[in-house]
């Protein structure tokens, strides 16, 4: 069975949370095709810049702040056409919850963390978050920060028209 040749090729894209404890929870992976994709560059610079002091010599103290928003939607349509189990039981919840686990830590440091302040300890360090990497074609891979990200859901009704009969 081929598909059709007139079919756009359709890439997928992913964040993955790279997480020595625990290597393949955080890998979300959606259909990349994004309402919108931004970057944006800020230059990090002293002097002439901002002030009102034209007379100094614009400086760049080092590589830009590079900034990419984008909105991606998340659909269970391709797993469920193939029947993935988690799909059928779940629907797309699995890679939300992937996705929002980025940004909590592991229940188990923040325990640890817990009873060595109760204990007295002076100085406890937060935990560090997993690597991410922001994945969007084969030649296009880049760690990124996963500052925040917001969820709209919407749910899919189909209008049934019954005939007595």
Not at 77 to 101: C, H, I, N, R, W
Request: aromatic letters at 6%; proline letters at 10%.
């Amino acid at each position: 069975m081929t598909a059709f040749p007139g079919s756009p090729r359709l890439l997928k894209g992913a964040i993955i949370g790279l997480d020595p404890a625990n290597p393949l929870a955080s890998v979300v992976v959606f259909q990349y095709n994004p309402d919108t994709m931004t970057r944006k560059l800020d230059a990090r610079t002293t002097g002439g810049g901002d002030s009102n002091d034209r007379s100094e010599a614009l400086r760049l103290m080092g590589p830009p702040k590079e900034t990419i928003t984008l909105n991606i939607e998340v659909d269970a349509t391709d797993q469920l056409e193939k029947a993935f189990p988690s799909a059928v039981a779940s629907g797309v919840y699995p890679t939300l919850a992937a996705l929002e686990m980025l940004l909590y830590p592991k229940t188990a440091t923040v325990i640890a963390n817990t009873a060595l302040a109760l204990v007295g300890n002076i100085e406890i360090i937060p935990p560090e978050a997993p690597l991410t990497l922001f994945v969007w074609g084969p030649q296009r891979v880049v760690p990124v920060r996963l500052t925040s990200f917001s969820i709209t859901e919407a749910s899919l009704r189909s209008d049934v028209e019954s005939h007595p009969g």
